[in-house]
């Protein structure tokens, strides 16, 4: 393991923060009257959820093989991402590095905490050029890089992720959003190696749970601990980690879902094959399509005409659209709007 003082990354005043601890969820009781916390002690959904998720923390450690205190959940992953950069990023004076294009919640995060952003530009599959990175870390003071793998929106995973940890002095977000689609290695075998590394993940995709609201960080018990200490104690309704728990004790529906959108994502890049629209369809390892179109603002008009929402990614992207795999049904919808373009 390599030996870096995670301390030094810090901001200042969050070294010196006083926790917030909800007494009941950090001691043990066996049948506990409840008059701590000003609920109410009739109805539904009455108590306040657990601040400390350990059910869910517990559940995901068996799952994943990590330990319960290497793990932080979220008010989904882009909660995290807010306090990741809370956590390191002094505002007004610390930078963040994103991967350009790359998810853009990065640098709204990074704005709202009035940080800098640093826009890496991938090559042209949309990957990193290695020396650029290299130049880019050296001419500038970063804190954070999230690199994201799969990318949203291009799709591709990146390669060699152990390379950017390795070089980079500070902490690497590695955003696994994407993960369950994808043939790629996760980034989690590395976190025994590299205490800088954090990876986040999230039941938004392929666990099909985005109304939820629930995402996972995975690091150093050190890092994991700052997270906590930043978050709002009952980020995560109790809903919310009832319905995780459920869908992780029965996965039944989870592996059919992805196998489903495999299956549709062979069917519709088949399908984009025969279509005279279509200049170049990215490859992916995500549930989505970057797809460059002869005439973008024809196919975008018609397509938002036929009631089907996709993502326009032009002009940071020309010709570009980020398409999404949906059902048998709606692919074939797409598919006969895209055909008379
Ligand atoms: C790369 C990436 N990370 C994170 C998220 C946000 O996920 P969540 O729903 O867990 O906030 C998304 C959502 O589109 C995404 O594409």
Request: net charge negative.
């Amino acid at each position: 393991m390599t030996t870096i003082n995670i301390n030094s990354f810090v901001r200042k005043n969050i070294l010196n923060l006083q926790p917030y601890i909800s007494f009941r969820d950090h001691n043990e009781f066996k049948a506990p009257v409840l008059l701590d916390a000003n609920e109410n002690p009739f109805g539904e959904c009455n108590r306040y959820p657990d601040s400390t998720q350990k059910k869910l923390k517990q559940k995901l450690s068996q799952v994943k093989n990590i330990p319960a205190n290497q793990i932080a959940i979220g008010n989904g992953s882009d909660e995290l991402i807010d306090l990741i950069i809370k956590v390191f990023c002094e505002p007004k004076t610390d930078s963040v590095l994103m991967m350009n294009p790359s998810f853009a919640m990065y640098g709204f995060y990074a704005a709202i905490n009035e940080n800098k952003v640093v826009k890496l530009n991938l090559n042209d599959d949309f990957d990193i050029d290695k020396e650029f990175f290299l130049n880019i870390i050296n001419a500038n003071q970063l804190k954070i890089f999230f690199l994201c793998s799969p990318n949203n929106p291009t799709g591709n995973s990146i390669e060699d992720i152990e390379f950017y940890i390795k070089n980079f002095n500070g902490i690497v977000v590695v955003d696994e959003a994407y993960i369950e689609f994808s043939q790629q290695k996760s980034a989690l075998a590395l976190l025994g190696k590299y205490p800088n590394l954090i990876v986040l993940q999230t039941f938004s995709k392929a666990w099909g749970k985005a109304g939820a609201r629930v995402g996972v960080a995975y690091a150093s018990e050190e890092i994991i601990n700052f997270i906590n200490l930043v978050k709002a104690p009952y980020n995560v309704n109790s809903l919310s980690q009832d319905l995780i728990m459920k869908t992780l004790e029965n996965t039944t529906e989870f592996n059919q879902s992805v196998k489903n959108i495999l299956t549709e994502r062979e069917w519709l890049r088949e399908e984009f094959e025969n279509l005279k629209c279509i200049n170049k369809v990215y490859p992916t390892d995500a549930n989505f399509f970057l797809v460059d179109f002869e005439d973008i603002e024809k196919v975008y008009e018609n397509l938002t005409s036929g009631e089907i929402l996709t993502s326009k990614r032009a002009p940071a992207i020309p010709n570009c659209i980020r398409i999404n795999i949906g059902t048998r049904a709606e692919n074939e919808k797409l598919i006969n709007i895209l055909k008379n373009c």
